[in-house]
T-cell receptor
Framework: AQKVTQAQTEISVVEKEDVTLDCVYE???????LFWYKQPPSGELVFLIR??????QNEISGRYSWNFQKSTSSFNFTITASQVVDSAVYFC???????????FGPGTRLSVLP | DTEVTQTPKHLVMGMTNKKSLKCEQHMGHRAMYWYKQKAKKPPELMFV???????INESVPSRFSPECPNSSLLNLHLHALQPEDSALYLC???????????FGSGTRLTVV
């Protein structure tokens, strides 16, 4: 069975602080994909990144960076110099079993205070 | 065009009404999805269409009826809903289920 855990239910930081959102996943498949989505208060889900299980290279995109570690089954997301516009719910997700199972984590609500 | 468009954005309906939610994408994606999201919860998969054929139905009650008229359109027909069906209904599309999904902004449904 596939499972995604986001242990942090809510996080509050002050603007310009760095913040890391944790994601731990479980799957028996050797081929799988991991995703991060952002859901601002307006409701739409915004795709941020996809990473496949064979690519453990970390990725940086502007103020966003992702740390994928297969050894600990983690795919953590860091926002550097956070801004108020980063306030949203962030979901980590896992696609395994050749796409037959797509599982969202419970989400982490990030509040960035001015 | 890199968007998934959902209409209407808000819908209030009575338990005896019949209504439809619409979803449209022009990205050439061959997989389309309906998700239901309750407050403070992650989205829950309802239906998957692949190449215009229903491939997954996650044991959704028959009062929800999906339809895929063509590769760009996805409808969700609603009939005899219950107040507990009130939620945000999200449509998504992708090249396949292992690719990033593009989500619409959703229809916020209230059943009274």
């Amino acid at each position: 069975a596939q499972k995604v855990t986001q242990a942090q239910t809510e996080i509050s930081v002050v603007e310009k602080e760095d913040v890391t959102l944790d994601c731990v996943y479980e799957t028996r498949d050797t081929t799988y994909y991991l995703f991060w989505y952002k859901q601002p208060p307006s409701g739409e889900l915004v795709f941020l990144i996809r990473r496949n299980s064979f690519d453990e290279q970390n990725e940086i995109s502007g103020r966003y960076s992702w740390n994928f570690q297969k050894s600990t089954s983690s795919f953590n997301f860091t926002i550097t110099a956070s801004q108020v516009v980063d306030s949203a719910v962030y979901f980590c997700a896992l696609s395994a079993n050749y796409g037959q199972n797509f599982v969202f984590g419970p989400g982490t609500r990030l509040s960035v205070l001015p | 065009d890199t968007e998934v468009t959902q209409t209407p954005k808000h819908l209030v309906m009575g338990m005896t009404n019949k209504k439809s939610l619409k979803c449209e994408q022009h990205m050439g994606h061959r997989a389309m999805y309906w998700y239901k999201q309750k407050a403070k919860k992650p989205p829950e998969l309802m239906f998957v269409y692949s190449y215009e054929k229903l491939s997954i139905n996650e044991s959704v009650p028959s009062r929800f009826s999906p339809e895929c008229p063509n590769s760009s359109l996805l409808n969700l027909h609603l009939h005899a809903l219950q107040p507990e069906d009130s939620a945000l209904y999200l449509c998504a599309s992708s090249h396949g289920q292992n690719y990033g999904y593009t989500f619409g902004s959703g229809t916020r449904l209230t059943v009274v």
